[in-house]
Every structure is written in structure tokens, then in C-alpha cells.
């Protein structure tokens, strides 16, 4: 994720490029399967949360340090937001990376970046 975001590109297209590499490498493990088939909290969602939340933090730190990002964001709740939308895009796969790109264009940039800063839709 971090390496994705020093990448060139505008924040978009690097906060784009961060999430769905994340999703499409996310390993095949049975505490990570386990995550995204039960309802409630399990063993798994604790040990995903422990293994990506200080790192999803650190990540989502730069991006809110950037002038681009929508102003007035906290970054405890954006994290928490991420990891969420994070767990239902790995519980979705397999993804088509083309896909799985437009999925993120329109309903995750649209949160982290104001309208203006944002190229369109498709693409």
C-alpha cells in the first residue's frame, strides 16, 4: 500500500492503485477466509484487524496529510471505514482488476477526495 502511494500519479490515481493491489494480494489463508464467512466477530476478524489496522493507519496518515484529500476527515474513523470496506472487497473476490478499480473510483475516492480533485468515473 505505502510503496503504491509514492508511486507518480495524482492521489487518486495512487490511492486507487494502493487499495486494489491490497485487495487482489490480500493472501489465501483460513483465519483471513474465516473473516469474511461468519456474522459476527471471530478470531479471525481479530487477527486481520491486528495485522493490517496499524498499517492501514500509516498508510491513511499520508493521505490525509495530502492538500488533496476532502478536508475535515478524522483518521481514527476513516480507518475504521477502510478496514471495513476492505473486508467486503476481499470477501467479494475473486475481482476482475478492471472491476474492481470502477468499484473503488465510485465509492471509495468520492469519500477520501473532493469531486474536483478526481478524474471521472471510468476509465
Not at 483460513?30 to 491486528?50: A, C, K
Not at 471509495?108 to 469531486?115: G, K, R, Y
Amino acid at each position: 500500500g505505502l510503496q503504491a502511494l509514492m508511486e507518480p500519479g495524482d492521489l487518486a490515481t495512487r490511492v486507487e492503485r494502493a487499495m486494489s493491489r491490497g485487495v487482489m494480494d490480500a493472501p489465501r489463508q483460513r483465519w483471513l477466509e474465516d473473516v469474511f464467512t461468519h456474522s459476527v466477530p471471530s478470531m479471525g476478524y481479530s487477527i486481520f484487524n491486528m495485522t493490517y489496522r496499524k498499517r492501514t493507519q500509516a498508510v491513511l496518515q499520508l493521505v490525509l496529510q495530502s492538500g488533496d484529500v476532502r478536508p475535515g476527515l478524522d483518521l481514527d474513523a476513516v480507518v475504521d471505514w477502510v478496514m471495513r470496506e476492505m473486508v467486503f472487497l476481499i470477501s467479494r473476490r475473486p475481482w476482475d482488476e478492471a472491476r474492481l478499480r470502477e468499484h473503488i473510483r465510485r465509492f471509495v475516492l468520492p469519500v477520501l477526495i473532493p469531486d474536483g480533485l478526481r478524474g471521472p468515473d471510468v476509465g
